[in-house]
């Protein structure tokens, strides 16, 4: 157990619906990642949230955006959902903005289904 | 051009035998950090083992071990005494300072198989 907990675990939903993933990073990480996983392109990073504010931003799309609340848990709303958006979206937590030596930890994960 | 290389993208094994999964990175940076991580088929993603840049051991976790050869920009995991529990994909990561440190550069995997 990373410590670092997603929910939900499955979602199935249509293709033009709204989703949100919750995370809720290990106790006393303050940084807090999103990563997509998908067959065709691998394990994608997203977006990268430090202590409530955004710190890096990869491949996220505009219909997707996170936040991180003061008490640091993060969400991840997908909206306007395509077939193509159907993937694992991964939570993902570290100590400290960015260390080369910090490991980042990763949750189980939520599978995404867009139908 | 791809920061992390994992050229196998299977490799089989037999339980209690040594397996070497490949990996090759690429930075123009003098510090970074280089990860395994296991992803079962459940699809969680576990982290293994570390290397810095500047550590001049080659790490060690139990039956994990990372041969780290700095010249030849290698990274690989050496797992020994393969267990069944074993068989998941590996992936091989990295952070440098060109991500920031923001975050982990993954390769694209190795599926490892192991048999009785």
């Known amino acids: 157990d990373s410590g670092v907990t997603q929910t939900p675990k499955h979602l199935i939903t249509a293709t033009g619906q709204r989703v949100t993933l919750r995370c809720s990073p290990r106790s006393g990480d303050l940084s807090v990642y999103w990563y997509q996983q998908s067959l065709d392109q691998g394990l994608q990073f997203l977006i990268q949230y430090y202590n409530g504010e955004e710190r890096a931003k990869g491949n996220i799309l505009e219909r997707f955006s996170a936040q991180q609340f003061p008490d640091l848990h993060s969400e991840l709303n997908l909206s306007s959902l395509e077939l193509g958006d159907s993937a694992l979206y991964f939570c993902?937590?570290?100590?400290?903005?960015?260390?080369?030596?910090?490991?980042?930890?990763f949750g189980e994960g939520s599978w995404l289904t867009v139908v | 051009a791809q920061k992390i290389t994992q050229t196998q993208p299977g490799m089989f094994v037999q339980e209690k035998e040594a397996v070497t999964l490949d990996c090759t990175y690429d930075t123009s940076d003098q510090s970074y950090g280089l990860f395994w991580y296991k992803q079962p088929s459940s699809g969680e993603m576990i982290f293994l083992i570390y290397q810095g840049s500047y550590d001049e051991q080659n790490a060690t976790e139990g039956r994990y071990s990372l041969n780290f050869q700095k010249a030849r920009k290698s990274a690989n995991l050496v797992i020994s005494a393969s267990q069944l529990g074993d068989s998941a994909m590996y992936f091989c990561a990295m952070r440098d300072w060109n991500s920031g440190y923001s975050t982990l550069t993954f390769g694209k995997g190795t599926m490892l198989l192991v048999s009785p």
């Open positions: 993902a937590s570290s100590p400290a903005q960015g260390a080369v030596g910090n490991t980042i930890y």
